[in-house]
Nanobody
Framework: QVMLMESGGGLAQAGESLRLSCAVS????????MGWFRQQDPGKDREYVA?????????FYTASVKGRFTISRDNAKNMVYLQMNSLKPEDTAVYFC????????????????WGQGTQVIVSS
């Protein structure tokens, strides 16, 4: 069974940084692409934020986070990270890590599995 466990969320002030982590089990980690989505309200769609391919050679960022967020992965530890710098109040959301065959599959289909997410709150 594939499990995704996000952590690292919390409360930050605008301009500060947070680092999100996602532990993955039940899948050959090095064979999948990973990403992050966020959901600002339960009734809204999840927004595709960032993704990284199997070998970390290609990444994707949505325009609103480009230059502020950095996605990375550690295939030896089955972990994916999202370093979030220069946080803004509009980054407030529940963040979910995503798993899929490749960057395109995650963009089109979302994640094959979902964890519980981790809440990020950015105050102005």
């Amino acid at each position: 069974q594939v499990m995704l466990m996000e952590s690292g969320g919390g409360l930050a002030q605008a301009g500060e940084s947070l680092r999100l982590s996602c532990a993955v089990s039940g899948r050959t980690f090095s064979s999948v692409a990973m990403g992050w989505f966020r959901q600002q309200d339960p009734g809204k769609d999840r927004e595709y934020v960032a993704a990284i391919d199997r070998t970390a050679s290609r990444t994707f960022y949505t325009a609103s986070v480009k230059g502020r967020f950095t996605i990375s992965r550690d295939n030896a530890k089955n972990m994916v990270y999202l370093q979030m710098n220069s946080l803004k109040p509009e980054d407030t959301a529940v963040y979910f890590c995503a798993i899929g065959g490749d960057l395109w599959a995650i963009a089109i289909n979302g994640s094959d599995y979902w964890g519980q997410g981790t809440q990020v709150i950015v105050s102005s």
